[in-house]
């Protein structure tokens, strides 16, 4: 828990620069390099600086807009809904008003924009859940700020014209995979299509790194892989697809809890235990996570948090939107619960 005040200086003797450098990069003033600028502000929020940007009191932000735009509405336990609180707090804040545009399979299919969506009105635009590549691409050829929360993967969509904010995502799996070796997991399973966005891919890469490093051959016939468009929340396709499985994995990785719970749901329909005959581990940190039987092993995201890094990303990108695109990760953490079924000595 945090006691102390963070401090412009506090930034300053982290990094090693000048408190005026840390100043110039949260204000958005002064010639500094953008990767200067972005390990300021990423370190800002690491540590817990609450006064970002005093500069943005100064300007004025009435009658501005940004436009959400999402696949799928965040219901009250997704990342997204916390995520939308931090954010719209912030930008509230400025008077900056939010509008928020369900993106249809027509329109992704037909590249085209909402009906009642009005490009000379928007300042900004931010995409949630928003996978299809070349929906994505044309969303940035609208020359409109952009940012993106998650995004395609880099292998369908390499040169993403705009800035993109991750969770942290190759790390911790790699921390959970390698623990899993460490109390004598050999077989473990990862679930999820690792081509469904650039989250899924890294903490498949995460995994699979892990298990490289242990000289563990990797085997995708342990996996469950397929396509996103086949129903991992439904536990009787999980089921069926478990049953597939040549032997029972000693540990499965999922790519996020929504899928982690309903592979638990479809474990205890075959009498399989947790942890006593497997063991699962999810990413997110949902409520759901906490509230299974037994409570799910999972990796947290600071969604909150991360909503308001994500509004001064866009803001800074309003301000001034010749500056080269960037990315940034946002760190998690592993929270280890009853689903991990051994004690964690060192998760470093």
């Given at each position: 828990?945090?006691?102390?005040?963070?401090?412009?200086?506090?930034?300053?003797?982290?990094?090693?620069?000048?408190?005026?450098?840390?100043s110039k990069a949260l204000n958005n003033t002064g010639n500094i390099s953008e990767?200067?600028?972005?390990?300021?502000?990423?370190t800002?929020?690491?540590?817990?600086?609450?006064?970002?940007?005093?500069?943005?009191?100064?300007i004025?932000?009435?009658?501005?807009?940004i436009a959400l735009f999402?696949?799928?509405?965040?219901?009250?336990?997704?990342?997204?809904?916390?995520?939308?609180?931090?954010?719209?707090?912030?930008?509230?804040?400025?008077?900056?008003?939010?509008?928020?545009?369900?993106?249809?399979?027509?329109?992704?299919?037909?590249r085209k924009l909402p009906s009642n969506f009005q490009t000379e009105l928007i300042d900004a635009i931010i995409c949630i859940e928003m996978f299809d590549a070349n929906y994505s691409n044309f969303i940035c050829k609208l020359g409109i700020p952009t940012l993106f929360i998650d995004?395609?993967?880099?292998?369908?969509?390499?040169?993403?014209?705009?800035?993109?904010?991750l969770m942290e995502n190759y790390n911790s799996v790699y921390t959970v995979t390698k623990n899993l070796i460490n109390n004598g997991c050999k077989n473990i399973s990862f679930v999820g299509d690792p081509n469904h966005c650039q989250s899924f891919y890294?903490?498949?890469?995460?995994?699979?790194?892990?298990?490289?490093?242990?000289?563990?051959?990797?085997?995708?016939?342990?996996?469950?892989?397929?396509n996103d468009s086949n129903p991992y929340s439904d536990s009787s396709w999980l089921r069926d697809n478990i049953k597939k499985l040549d032997k029972l994995p000693d540990a499965f990785i999922c790519a996020n809890d929504f899928i982690a719970v309903s592979l638990v749901n479809a474990l205890k329909s075959i009498n399989i235990s947790i942890p006593e005959d497997t063991l699962?581990?999810?990413?997110?940190?949902?409520?759901?996570?906490?509230?299974?039987?037994?409570?799910?092993?999972?990796?947290?995201?600071?969604?909150?948090?991360?909503?308001?890094?994500?509004?001064?990303?866009?803001?800074?990108?309003?301000?001034d939107n010749s500056t080269p695109f960037k990315t940034v990760h946002v760190k998690t953490s592993i929270d280890y619960r009853e689903s991990k079924g051994f004690n964690i000595i060192n998760t470093l």
């Open positions: 828990m945090q006691n102390k005040k963070i401090t412009a200086q506090d930034i300053a003797d982290k990094l090693n620069i000048s408190r005026n450098t840390v990767d200067t600028k972005m390990k300021v502000i990423q800002a929020f690491e540590m817990g600086y609450k006064n970002f940007s005093q500069e943005n009191k100064n004025t932000f009435k009658n501005k807009e999402t696949t799928n509405m965040p219901n009250s336990s997704h990342f997204g809904s916390k995520f939308l609180s931090g954010f719209e707090k912030k930008i509230s804040s400025l008077g900056i008003k939010l509008s928020i545009y369900i993106i249809r399979e027509d329109d992704l299919l037909s995004c395609p993967t880099t292998k369908e969509c390499p040169n993403l014209e705009s800035d993109i904010l890294e903490r498949w890469q995460g995994y699979c790194s892990a298990l490289l490093d242990y000289n563990i051959q990797l085997d995708k016939s342990t996996c469950i892989l397929d699962v581990c999810g990413f997110d940190g949902s409520l759901e996570a906490k509230i299974i039987v037994p409570q799910l092993t999972t990796i947290t995201i600071p969604s909150y948090d991360m909503g308001n890094l994500a509004a001064e990303l866009i803001i800074s990108r309003i301000k």
